[in-house]
């Protein structure tokens, strides 16, 4: 084959290297140059995936789910912290007075109160209804059209000592004046 020594070409060629010092530096050289193309390859493909693994974690696509995400996830918290938390006593309403007139039950009542009612307000398409108990705690919240509200006792517990609130909503279902806070206590 071409290229190929036979093993006493091998030993002639040996001794003629070895023997001549420029031959010896030619070969030398020739196999360093090699090993140093070979070794500058290595490095170059160590550098690529170096410099690949490198980029900071915002480069490599993290934020780009991760910011949706905890934007999300701090939306939500809030949200979750605002429903949940309830007052140490019942809410203080400012302002004139309330535009909505609260009629019955108010004060002291005979029996637990279920029929809830109070006055229109012009402008007012809904109202929101809501039913604390003493220790204000909310018993009930709703939505209605109407100015009166029947709680039915078998699925809504009426407490003997709360207060209601009622506000009035806009058709988009936003706040359209004052709420009245009124309080009721059943006798004894």
């Known amino acids: 084959m071409a290229g190929e020594l036979t093993p006493d070409e091998r030993i002639a060629f040996e001794d003629e290297a070895l023997s001549n010092p420029e031959l010896t530096d030619r070969?030398?050289?020739?196999?360093?140059?090699?090993?140093?193309?070979?070794?500058?390859?290595?490095?170059?493909?160590?550098?690529?995936?170096?410099?690949?693994?490198?980029?900071p974690w915002w480069r490599r696509g993290l934020v780009r789910w991760l910011a949706p995400v905890a934007v999300v996830a701090a939306v939500a918290v809030f949200?979750?912290?605002?429903?949940t938390q309830t007052p140490d006593g019942p809410p203080v309403f400012r302002g004139g007075?309330?535009?909505?007139?609260?009629?019955?039950?108010?004060?002291?009542?005979?029996?637990?109160?279920?029929?809830?009612?109070?006055?229109?307000?012009?402008?007012?398409?809904?109202y929101r209804f809501e039913l604390f108990d003493a220790a204000s705690t909310l018993v009930l919240e709703t939505v209605t059209a109407d100015t009166a509200l029947i709680i039915d006792p078998a699925t809504t517990e009426v407490p003997a000592e709360g207060y209601w609130v009622v506000t009035p909503l806009n058709d988009l279902r936003v706040r359209a004046g004052e709420a009245t806070l009124t309080r009721y206590r059943t006798a004894e």
């Open 79 to 83: 949200m979750f912290t605002q429903q």
């Open 97 to 126: 007075g309330g535009d909505v007139v609260a009629v019955e039950p108010a004060g002291e009542v005979d029996q637990l109160p279920s029929h809830f009612t109070w006055t229109a307000l012009a402008g007012a398409t809904y």
């Open 27 to 55: 070969l030398y050289a020739d196999v360093s140059v090699r090993e140093a193309l070979e070794s500058a390859a290595r490095a170059r493909r160590e550098r690529e995936v170096t410099a690949a693994s490198a980029q």
